[in-house]
């Protein structure tokens, strides 16, 4: 079965600095791998996605993540954070089919 | 392109009546729609797996004579919580691919309160 660990429940940063969140999955075969945000009261909105090749992945708004299979990992990452920013960011890993499954969640809070 | 809606954003209802919830993919034809529910908090579990024209597949534990799903075109697919009780008070999601290995795109959810 696939699973998805998201360590950090909660990160605040400030305006300005760098920001990563991690990501690690158990999953049998290749994963695919996503990122999304949602915003308070709203749905999710798609970051970026992996299925296969560059193991560097760049999305919308800035951010892009990293495939390490040796560490079963896909850290999303953004240089400089925006006030903006401040949301709930989930990582999931998708089936053959597409069902997805998701992360706990992790909760970005950005400071001034 | 790829915008999914959902209607309605909020509903309030008493205990043991049935509520309706639509997902629409306004500017796509999705051949597969997913259902998710989410509690404070937490991450989006999900629900069923609905092809149009064909019966939804429920994740485990999930009553399918509770939340009955109907996927009757390709653009539109509807959960409907029968009997509701405070228990199913949730953030409800849908979500809509157009077929294949593509991707998501998530509706803005209903929010679900039965009193």
């Known amino acids: 079965a696939q699973s998805v660990t998201q360590p950090d429940i909660h990160i605040t940063v400030s305006e300005g600095a760098s920001l990563e969140l991690r990501c690690n999955y158990s999953y049998g075969a290749t994963p695919y791998l996503f990122w999304y945000v949602q915003s308070p009261g709203q749905g999710l909105q798609l970051l970026l996605k992996y299925f296969s090749g560059d193991t560097l992945v760049q999305g919308i708004k800035g951010f892009e993540a990293e495939f390490k299979r040796s560490q079963s990992s896909f850290n999303l990452r953004k240089p400089s954070v925006h006030w903006s920013d401040a949301a709930e960011y989930f990582c999931?890993?998708?089936?053959?089919?597409?069902?997805?499954?998701f992360g706990a969640g992790t909760t970005v809070t950005v400071r001034a | 392109g790829a915008v999914v809606s959902q209607h309605p954003s909020r509903v309030i209802c008493k205990s043991g009546t049935s509520v309706k919830i639509e997902c629409r993919s306004l500017?796509?034809?999705?051949?597969?729609m997913f259902w998710y529910r989410q509690f404070p908090k937490q991450s989006l579990m999900l629900m069923a797996t609905s092809n149009e024209g064909s019966k939804a597949t429920y994740e485990q534990g999930v009553e399918k004579d509770k939340f009955l799903i109907n996927h009757a075109s390709l653009t539109l697919s509807t959960l409907t919580v029968t009997s509701a009780h405070p228990e199913d008070s949730s953030f409800y999601i849908c979500?809509?691919?157009?077929?294949?290995?593509?991707?998501?795109?998530f509706g803005p959810g209903t929010r679900l309160l039965v009193l």
């Open positions: 979500s809509a691919r157009r077929g294949g290995r593509e991707t998501q795109y």
């Open positions: 999931a890993v998708g089936e053959d089919d597409y069902k997805l499954s």
């Open positions: 500017d796509f034809q999705a051949t597969t």
